[in-house]
């Protein structure tokens, strides 16, 4: 009986998978309200009863696909061990800011097709967030935003509830996720069909950079 359990399990992870997978693509070009449950099973290559099934309907589907691309995010990031980190004083603090915004980037600009699709999720998330938002708040946006609040107020010697301080950090995360967004202007101006791993290292190292410079400014 066991290897027919365990291979059950392994198809629905399959399913599951192909579901997760079609929505990513399909869900960052169109939206949730865009895409229809039909389109979503065919893409997948599933039986539409698969996803109210496995997901309980295409809401469902779409909560999964948020999930892992935070998950990938703060995993490719390793945001989890550097959100931990507490420096104190300016210099670390400095330190600090440049190596999160640079890791950060790093993660965005990654070049598997996820990245890519995930980039164009979040921000689509931000623009009309749906009832997922509130778990993908808590799990990536709120404490990287505190971690780069945090940052840019010891480099400052100011309070990290300060609003200015809290504006600081929402426009030094801009310009990691302005690179990420605006990915195809960007290649277009590079003459380039993907951005090559050495271009997305140097992307990385100059928002670390100017991370630290727009923190001091003003």
């Given at each position: 009986m066991k290897p027919s359990t365990d291979g059950h399990a392994e198809r629905a992870r399959e399913t599951r998978d192909k579901l997760i997978e079609a929505g990513l693509s399909l869900f960052s070009r169109y939206g949730l309200d865009g895409v229809r449950t039909r389109e979503?099973?065919?893409?997948?290559?599933?039986?539409?009863?698969?996803?109210?099934?496995?997901?309980?309907?295409?809401?469902g589907v779409y909560a999964a696909v948020i999930r892992r691309v935070a998950n990938g995010i703060v995993e490719r990031a390793g945001l989890e061990r550097i959100l931990a980190e507490q420096p104190s004083g300016a210099a670390a603090s400095a330190r600090a800011l440049e190596a999160l915004m640079r890791a950060f980037t790093r993660a965005l600009l990654d070049g598997a097709a996820e990245s890519v699709s995930g980039s164009l999720l979040l921000a689509r998330e931000q623009l009309q967030p749906s009832p997922i938002f509130d778990e993908?708040?808590?799990?990536?946006?709120q404490p990287l935003h505190e971690a780069v609040t945090q940052r840019v107020a010891g480099i400052r010697g100011d309070a990290a509830d300060d609003a200015r301080n809290i504006l600081r950090a929402h426009a030094i995360l801009g310009q990691a996720i302005a690179f990420a967004v605006a990915r195809q202007a960007l290649l277009r101006r590079l003459a380039v069909k993907a951005l090559p791993q050495a271009v997305a290292d140097e992307i990385a190292v100059l928002v670390g950079r100017m991370a630290v410079a727009a923190a001091k400014a003003g």
């Amino acid at each position: 009986m066991k290897p027919s359990t365990d291979g059950h399990a392994e198809r629905a992870r399959e399913t599951r998978d192909k579901l997760i997978e079609a929505g990513l693509s399909l869900f960052s070009r169109y939206g949730l309200d865009g895409v229809r449950t039909r389109e979503l099973a065919d893409t997948a290559g599933v039986n539409q009863s698969a996803i109210p099934y496995h997901f309980g309907g295409k809401d469902g589907v779409y909560a999964a696909v948020i999930r892992r691309v935070a998950n990938g995010i703060v995993e490719r990031a390793g945001l989890e061990r550097i959100l931990a980190e507490q420096p104190s004083g300016a210099a670390a603090s400095a330190r600090a800011l440049e190596a999160l915004m640079r890791a950060f980037t790093r993660a965005l600009l990654d070049g598997a097709a996820e990245s890519v699709s995930g980039s164009l999720l979040l921000a689509r998330e931000q623009l009309q967030p749906s009832p997922i938002f509130d778990e993908t708040y808590g799990q990536l946006f709120q404490p990287l935003h505190e971690a780069v609040t945090q940052r840019v107020a010891g480099i400052r010697g100011d309070a990290a509830d300060d609003a200015r301080n809290i504006l600081r950090a929402h426009a030094i995360l801009g310009q990691a996720i302005a690179f990420a967004v605006a990915r195809q202007a960007l290649l277009r101006r590079l003459a380039v069909k993907a951005l090559p791993q050495a271009v997305a290292d140097e992307i990385a190292v100059l928002v670390g950079r100017m991370a630290v410079a727009a923190a001091k400014a003003g």
